[in-house]
């Protein structure tokens, strides 16, 4: 078993996913300690991720990933760790990456790292969505942005501290990293492996492309005014 490097936490928001929590934890905590925000599930992922190892913080109803989040910002901050990893609940981030993220963080890389996958390795209706989105997300930011919706992430603890996304669903990734930029903080990529199952994805491809497409848009008038609302 690897050595725990008890400074940084995993935090990993899941919602109905008691197929895949057990294994997800049980590979991260072989290096950081792990805490599953259970974000309203009605399929035991709570008590799947508890008897595999993992502190548990619960809501009692879905409010989505953004406030799952927060919850384990809050969690992190209040614990006093260096940074705290985000990972998916449904095994499509591999555990065994984790090292990586600590050591680009540890060697000063940036204060967010960001896991950048490989769209070409990705199935093609999301290969497109991807490419799509990192393009109108990069001209709105003046920034390349490598892969905006990668939820494999280490955040460090002034990071936490300072940002807390106001949307709920998947687009406050793409709020952090706005918010974080505007603060001052810098965002780096590593490589990880692009990986894809069969599970039912939680994404709704209508709505919450509009909901990006909206947060898009915010971002380039937050340029403008040098401000986020």
């Given at each position: 078993m ?27 905590l ?10 309203g ?18 809501h ?161 008038r ?8």
């Amino acid at each position: 078993m690897s050595q725990q490097d008890a400074s940084i936490i995993a935090l990993i928001p899941a919602y109905n996913e008691a197929r895949y929590i057990g294994e997800v934890v049980k590979g991260a905590l072989k290096y950081v300690p792990v805490i599953v925000i259970d974000d309203g599930s009605t399929d035991g992922t709570g008590a799947a991720a508890a008897m595999a190892g993992a502190k548990v913080l619960v809501h009692a109803a879905n409010q989505g990933k953004g406030k799952a989040l927060n919850t384990g910002f809050t969690y992190a901050v209040q614990r006093g760790v260096e940074a705290a990893l985000t990972l998916d609940a449904d095994g499509q981030h591999d555990p065994d990456e984790i090292p990586k993220f600590i050591a680009a963080f540890r060697s000063g890389l940036g204060d967010v790292i960001i896991g950048q996958r490989t769209f070409a390795q990705m199935p093609a209706k999301n290969q497109f969505g991807n490419r799509v989105g990192t393009w109108f997300l990069s001209k709105a930011m003046g920034q390349h942005i490598p892969d905006n919706q990668s939820g494999y992430r280490l955040l460090s603890r002034p990071v936490m501290q300072a940002i807390r996304p106001a949307a709920a669903r998947f687009e406050a990734e793409v709020e952090i990293l706005l918010r974080a930029r505007m603060a001052g903080f810098r965002l780096a990529w590593v490589p990880i492996k692009t990986i894809y199952n069969d599970k039912t994805s939680h994404f709704r491809p209508i709505q919450d492309s509009l909901l990006f497409l909206k947060m898009v848009w915010r971002i380039w008038r937050a340029r403008d005014r040098g401000k986020f609302e």
